[in-house]
């Protein structure tokens, strides 16, 4: 039985991609998968053997402690491929092809010279920098890997040379729930945005839109994930439209789409930051493959993929009443959300599912592994 290491020092455990759709496709496929990645503790779970990395004190440490306790780990498997997620992990990537025999797979899920250009943490006149000199690094280091596997068309024309397999972040059909309505308290209406919570993500908008809206029955609007940064919670709640907020904070993946399933409505309105107006967002199909219209920003590539197949509308992200006039649209026409829900479902199982996806992997696994 061919092994597979995937390493994350960065994303937990049960990661969308990395586990519940690379890993237990692998799984499934027959491969023996081992994942490293920050955890409490070594277990197995749906066939993936975890292995478990302690939770760093700070980002310094993850990136320049985590990251060699990773490659010892990995080592130790003696893995056929190692495939990992994280950008500062391609030093680890390289010494794993130096030091073994070894497939090595660099999966890009973001384009990152273009992340830190909006990363908080970063100091504004360092940013540009950074970006650059990262963008160098990351090209040269790309160089000694055997595959690059990429989350979409954009960030795979970053990675032409390298001949990039695009592997996208579509949904995964068998572990979804279901479209079925889910009764609602009498008067009840509920937007929701499941994922992190952040200014360049919408957070305020969504909270201003409901201050703008005039429509008579009650709504409310369910916020999912973990703000980003911390500060930034006393903040939204200080809005006058938080009164109509209910903040679940991070919950486990499954109980997150349960819980949106009972939304009429999921909103998706990122600012056009450079890495957003290219970029495909889980939550954005997630929605649609549990049957609810969405409100998403009116990029060009999302307005192709929302308009084309009817399944919800689009608005700027940055106008809390263009956002408020949607909403109402979409609870006063009830008849044309559903068939919005509808549409998007089917535009899911047809075209934007992970079974397509999950094939491209395997491709690439055997096309490796027969070399």
Same mark, same amino acid.
């Given at each position: 039985?061919? &092994?597979?290491?995937?390493? !994350?020092?960065?994303?937990?455990?049960?990661? !969308?991609?990395?586990?519940?759709? %690379?890993?237990? !496709?692998?799984?499934?496929?027959?491969?023996?998968?081992?994942?490293?990645?920050?955890?409490?503790?070594?277990?197995?779970?749906?066939?993936?053997?975890?292995?478990?990395?302690?939770?760093? &004190?700070?980002?310094? !440490?993850?990136?320049?402690?985590?990251?060699?306790?990773?490659?010892?780990?990995?080592?130790?498997?003696?893995?056929?491929?190692? $495939?990992?997620?994280?950008?500062?992990?391609?030093?680890?990537?390289?010494?794993?092809?130096?030091?073994? &025999? *070894?497939?090595?797979?660099?999966?890009? $899920?973001?384009?990152?010279?273009?992340?830190?250009?909006?990363?908080?943490?970063?100091?504004?006149?360092?940013?540009?920098?950074?970006?650059? @000199?990262?963008?160098?690094? %990351?090209?040269?280091? @790309?160089?000694?890997?055997?595959?690059?596997?990429?989350?979409?068309?954009?960030?795979?024309?970053?990675?032409?040379?390298?001949?990039?397999?695009?592997?996208?972040?579509?949904?995964?059909?068998?572990?979804?729930?279901?479209?079925?309505?889910?009764?609602? /308290? /009498?008067?009840?209406?509920?937007?929701?945005?499941?994922?992190?919570?952040?200014?360049?993500?919408?957070?305020? /908008?969504?909270?201003?839109?409901?201050?703008?809206?005039?429509?008579?029955?009650?709504?409310?609007?369910?916020?999912?994930?973990?703000?980003?940064?911390?500060?930034?919670? *006393?903040?939204?709640?200080?809005?006058?439209?938080?009164?109509?907020?209910?903040?679940?904070?991070?919950?486990?993946?499954?109980?997150?789409?349960? $819980?949106?399933?009972?939304?009429?409505?999921?909103?998706?309105?990122?600012?056009?930051?450079?890495?957003?107006?290219?970029?495909?967002?889980?939550?954005?199909?997630?929605?649609?493959?549990?049957?609810?219209? @969405?409100?998403?920003?009116?990029?060009?590539?999302?307005? %192709?993929?929302?308009?084309?197949?009817?399944?919800?509308?689009?608005?700027?992200?940055?106008?809390?009443?263009?956002?408020?006039?949607?909403? /109402?649209?979409?609870?006063?026409?009830?008849?044309?959300?559903? &068939?919005?829900?509808?549409?998007?479902?089917?535009?899911?199982?047809?075209?934007?599912?992970?079974?397509?996806?999950?094939?491209?992997?395997?491709?690439?696994? %055997?096309?490796?592994?027969?070399?």
């Amino acid at each position: 039985m061919r &092994r597979v290491v995937h390493l !994350t020092t960065v994303h937990p455990p049960f990661d !969308t991609r990395i586990f519940q759709k %690379e890993a237990k !496709t692998l799984v499934r496929a027959g491969y023996d998968v081992a994942l490293i990645a920050q955890h409490a503790k070594n277990e197995i779970v749906d066939g993936v053997k975890i292995i478990a990395l302690p939770k760093p &004190r700070n980002r310094l !440490t993850r990136i320049f402690s985590l990251t060699w306790r990773a490659f010892r780990l990995a080592l130790r498997e003696q893995a056929d491929v190692y $495939h990992f997620h994280d950008p500062e992990l391609l030093p680890i990537g390289v010494l794993l092809k130096i030091f073994t &025999r *070894a497939k090595v797979i660099y999966d890009v $899920h973001e384009d990152v010279p273009q992340q830190i250009l909006t990363k908080y943490w970063i100091p504004v006149p360092l940013r540009q920098p950074l970006a650059v @000199v990262f963008n160098a690094a %990351e090209k040269l280091l @790309v160089w000694a890997m055997d595959a690059v596997v990429v989350a979409t068309e954009g960030i795979g024309a970053k990675f032409a040379r390298f001949r990039p397999i695009v592997v996208h972040n579509y949904p995964d059909l068998g572990i979804l729930p279901n479209p079925a309505p889910v009764p609602q /308290e /009498e008067g009840q209406k509920v937007l929701v945005y499941v994922g992190g919570i952040s200014r360049l993500r919408g957070a305020v /908008e969504m909270i201003r839109a409901l201050e703008c809206l005039t429509y008579s029955e009650d709504v409310w609007l369910d916020l999912i994930g973990r703000v980003e940064p911390a500060e930034l919670e *006393a903040e939204l709640r200080a809005l006058p439209g938080y009164g109509r907020v209910r903040f679940f904070g991070w919950l486990p993946w499954k109980l997150a789409w349960e $819980h949106a399933q009972s939304a009429l409505v999921g909103l998706v309105l990122f600012h056009a930051a450079p890495n957003h107006t290219n970029a495909l967002p889980n939550k954005l199909f997630e929605y649609m493959a549990i049957g609810i219209p @969405v409100i998403a920003s009116n990029f060009p590539l999302w307005k %192709e993929i929302v308009e084309g197949n009817n399944c919800g509308i689009t608005v700027d992200p940055l106008d809390p009443k263009a956002i408020a006039q949607a909403v /109402e649209h979409l609870l006063t026409h009830p008849d044309e959300a559903c &068939r919005m829900g509808e549409n998007g479902r089917q535009a899911v199982e047809e075209k934007y599912n992970w079974e397509r996806e999950g094939e491209k992997l395997l491709k690439l696994y %055997e096309g490796l592994l027969s070399q």
